[in-house]
Nanobody
Framework: QVQLVESGGGLVQPGGSLRLSCAAS????????MGWYRQAPGKQRELVAI???????NYGDSVKGRFTISRDNAKNTVYLQMNSLKPEDTAVYYC?????????????WGQGTQVTVSS
């Protein structure tokens, strides 16, 4: 069984910063891609950022230059540093990982963490 547990969400003022963390645990052989997605009310889930096991990164257009994704392979953890936050960044943020367990590779999702940007 594999679990992804997110932390770090909350309420922040426009222009502020937050750091999200997502730790994977369980019967893990290796983690390939790790990433963050978000879903605002009434909108589709969208890619925020993704990082490969060789640390290549890709960002959604709306967060480029403001957000930074990183990972600690020893801790099976991915981070999202969010700076210069805007009200339109308000959403539930989900962690996703492509994880190889005993026999096959599957996508796993965290439970989501709320980020609210408001004055």
């Amino acid at each position: 069984q594999v679990q992804l547990v997110e932390s770090g969400g909350g309420l922040v003022q426009p222009g502020g910063s937050l750091r999200l963390s997502c730790a994977a645990s369980g019967s893990i052989l290796s983690i390939i891609n790790m990433g963050w997605y978000r879903q605002a009310p009434g909108k589709q889930r969208e890619l925020v950022a993704i990082i490969t096991n060789s640390s290549s990164t890709n960002y959604g257009d709306s967060v480029k230059g403001r957000f930074t994704i990183s990972r600690d392979n020893a801790k099976n953890t991915v981070y999202l540093q969010m700076n210069s936050l805007k009200p339109e960044d308000t959403a539930v943020y989900y962690c996703k990982a492509d994880i190889m367990t005993w026999g096959f590779t599957s996508d796993y999702w965290g439970q989501g963490t709320q980020v609210t940007v408001s004055s």
